[in-house]
């Protein structure tokens, strides 16, 4: 079959609506007025300034809440299953490829390098990228690149390369989740696996408490304050239309973009999260080309 051309990507995205930026929009409300006379350019240095300042903080505090997160780690073991079955047994794990597609400070893109995979991380927001590539150096991965691309909006320089993808939680903030669903599938090769996860509905912390102290008991709900509170404050702070999809809606989209769904699934935390595992299949004019 021949390789599809690349379609153009809509360069009017922003790396402004990544999550991290949002913070910092969130939080001031207005653009930054210039300081004592000094002009727009010290404004502006000065916006870019708190801008890393709240990334870098996000990287580290994300980092700090997660790490020893029992619910979350089971959620990164639930991705590396499913990462086994999409690529199966091989002589040589290096030979998976593995695309995370907005891989942040890079905690889910170490766990599956733990598998031996060739591991491709992206996201648009180089403060982000900086913090895993150092994390990467210190750790000493070999099997790990991180880059600065927004896969729902710049142009992504592999087509049909990886073996399974992952998206974690990435459609609900993204401004363009058809694209981001696209581009996934373009950097997939022909009947390559993928992975998403959205969430259903907002990180509410007296409902989800509620949801896990009915099923779960005193002691997961308790616990489970330390993603909810900080995720609730990060939530409330960012400015964007998030994208919360049941699993109806989610399956839609999938099927829409040219994934067959092979296994669905609600999970984390009080199953907050829509899973889906898919499967990229080829339309006629695909094969045909």
Not at 204 to 216: G, H, M
Request: hydrophobic share 45%.
């Amino acid at each position: 079959m021949a390789r599809t051309e690349p379609c153009p990507f809509d360069k009017s995205v922003c790396y402004e609506w990544h999550p991290v930026c949002t913070l910092g929009r969130g939080m001031s409300g207005v653009s930054l007025p210039a300081i004592g006379g000094a002009g727009p350019a010290l404004s502006a240095g000065l916006h870019r300034g708190i801008e890393h300042a709240v990334a870098v903080g996000y990287g580290l505090t994300y980092d700090a809440i997660v790490s020893s997160f029992p619910p979350y780690e089971a959620l990164l073991e639930e991705v590396a299953g499913y990462a086994k079955r999409s690529v199966g047994l091989r002589r040589d794990p290096r030979s998976a490829h593995v695309l995370d597609v907005a891989s942040g400070i890079g905690t889910l893109a170490f766990r599956l390098a733990r598998e031996g995979y060739t591991i491709v991380g992206l996201d648009g927001v180089e403060y982000l990228v900086e913090i895993a590539r150092e994390k990467r150096r210190a750790r000493n991965v070999a099997n790990v690149a991180f880059h600065r691309i927004d896969i729902g909006g710049d142009e992504v320089p592999w087509r049909e390369a990886f073996d399974f993808a992952v998206s974690l939680h990435t459609l609900y903030w993204h401004p363009r989740p058809a694209q981001v669903l696209a581009a996934t599938r373009r950097a997939l090769r022909p009947g390559g696996h993928a992975l998403f996860l959205n969430y259903s509905r907002p990180a509410r912390v007296l409902p989800t408490f509620k949801t896990i102290l009915a099923s779960e008991g005193w002691g997961p709900a308790l616990g489970a304050l330390r993603w909810l509170l900080p995720t609730a404050l990060f939530e409330g702070c960012r400015d964007f239309e998030p994208h919360y999809m049941a699993a109806e809606e989610l399956h839609d989209a999938l099927t829409q973009a040219g994934f067959e769904i092979l296994d669905a699934k609600r999970t984390f935390l009080g199953e907050i999260s829509c899973l889906a595992w898919v499967r990229r299949v080829e339309c006629a004019a695909e094969i045909d080309r």
